[in-house]
């Protein structure tokens, strides 16, 4: 079982998925990763306020997506002030790479909603912001988050989104956990987990192969798929997305961006960008799903830091009890977790193209799920077999001892 010793710093060796105490040429920004090669031609960023963002010909930034009609919002920032009542602290429900994240009630108060404040030191910065505009405004699915609108104005960068009330799939896998004060926690049980798992899969199918373009977001990661009522899984931050052309399946990027622990060992030796980099992550948060653990956690021993590494090893000895989620002790019914499993390996293959499509994923999801409640159906009709068998037994040995035969079940026939 995985146990917290000392802190140990790290470092990672990405390209083999493994974690050692190398260093590497990695530039990290909080959880963020952005590897430049030397001769990259960085986009800049400044935004003009109060212009449209995607106004066909006046875009501020380039952000090299769609044409798109920009059904959001522009709010300016007096009812921004009012919905957060002056960006109060007390209002704060997160902090991310771009920012606090306030809930706040817009329409007088009717409206509840999350508001993402660009940090002025964020280095997820204007180029951000806007792509993320561009892509929801266009973008719609049941399991991607919306964006309600934005503002741009006095510098500010805010970003409004449909309030989602559960939290992260992060946050109840583990990060509730740790909370020392937290004694309301409980686990997601098995069927939660892939439920959940199932439920963020078409956000990530329609971005792949959902309308004429496909999309790579980039950054998935557990506290990027978020739950809301009737534990609904939605894909949140398209900050980081880019939008498949013709130019860019033939062409290397020359930055490599996503987020610590995620990161596709392939896309990265190679700056080569395809769907597949997605893949690999949500292989990574599947990884999570089952172990109920970060994919990089600094507080463990050294050869256990890396999830992906420390698993991996777990599976090709058999020890699935060393890495599986002790809160899932006795649910998981074998095949369920042979296919799960497969599925992981799957996603996390060195070879890109062994990789499944997010299309093939959610099939199979389905199918371990399927194979979880037969296995229970069936455990429970063995269990009830069981104790029915026991009791008439018992019964039989009662009345045949008060009556002072013997009873022996095979020689009765
Ligand atoms: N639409 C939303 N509804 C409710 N809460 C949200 C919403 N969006 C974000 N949050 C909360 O704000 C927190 C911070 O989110 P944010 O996306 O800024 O950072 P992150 O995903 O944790 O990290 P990163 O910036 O590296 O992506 C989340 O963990 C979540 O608790
Ligand atoms: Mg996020």
Redesign the pocket.
């Known amino acids: 079982m995985r146990q917290i010793s000392k802190p140990v710093s790290l470092a990672v060796n990405v390209s083999s998925g493994t974690y050692s105490s190398h260093g590497n040429n990695l530039s990290r920004n909080?959880?963020?990763v952005s590897h430049v090669l030397p001769s990259a031609d960085v986009v800049s960023a400044g935004a003009s306020s109060k212009q449209l963002p995607f106004s066909n010909n006046q875009n501020p930034i380039d952000v090299g997506v769609i044409e798109s009609e920009g059904t959001c919002r522009s709010f300016s920032l007096d009812e921004v002030l009012i919905a957060t009542n002056n960006f109060d602290d007390a209002l704060v429900?997160?902090?991310?790479?771009?920012g606090k994240?306030y809930k706040g009630f817009i329409d007088g108060s009717v409206t509840m909603v999350?508001i993402?404040r660009l940090n002025a030191k964020s280095k997820?910065g204007a180029r951000e912001f806007w792509m993320e505009v561009k892509m929801l405004s266009k973008l719609w699915h049941a399991n991607l988050?919306a964006l309600i609108g934005y503002c741009n104005e006095c510098q500010e960068m805010i970003l409004v989104?449909?309030?989602?009330a559960l939290?992260?799939l992060a946050?109840h896998l583990y990060k509730l956990k740790t909370t020392v004060s937290n004694t309301s926690f409980s686990p997601l049980s098995w069927e939660e987990r892939l439920d959940i798992s199932i439920g963020a899969s078409p956000g990530l199918n329609h971005l792949h192969s959902g309308t004429s373009q496909s999309f790579i977001h980039r950054?998935v990661k557990s506290?990027?798929i978020?739950i809301g009522e009737n534990w609904v899984a939605k894909i949140?931050?398209f900050g980081l997305s880019k939008g498949l052309t013709s130019y860019s399946i033939t062409h290397i990027s020359n930055e490599v961006k996503g987020?610590f622990g995620y990161l596709d060992p392939d896309y990265f030796r190679t700056f080569r960008l395809t769907v597949k980099s997605d893949m690999y992550a949500f292989g990574v948060v599947l990884l999570e799903v089952l172990c109920g653990w970060p994919p990089v956690d600094c507080k463990l021993d050294s050869e256990q830091i890396g999830l992906i590494y420390w698993a991996q090893q777990c599976f090709k000895k058999g020890k699935f009890a060393e890495v599986i989620d002790p809160s899932l002790s006795g649910q998981i019914e074998q095949p369920c977790l042979k296919s799960f499993v497969a599925l992981i390996k799957n996603c996390l293959s060195e070879i890109p193209r062994s990789r499944p499509p997010m299309a093939e994923v959610l099939g199979r999801l389905k199918l371990a799920l399927l194979s979880q409640q037969r296995g229970r159906t069936k455990g429970i009709m063995t269990k009830a077999f069981r104790s029915m068998m026991d009791r008439w037994l018992r019964e039989r040995k009662d009345n045949s001892s008060s009556s002072g035969q013997s009873y022996d079940l095979l020689s009765s026939r």
């Open positions: 909080g959880t963020k429900i997160g902090i991310g790479g771009f994240v999350a993402k997820q988050v989104y449909e309030y989602i939290g992260t946050d950054d506290t990027n978020l949140s931050d987020t």
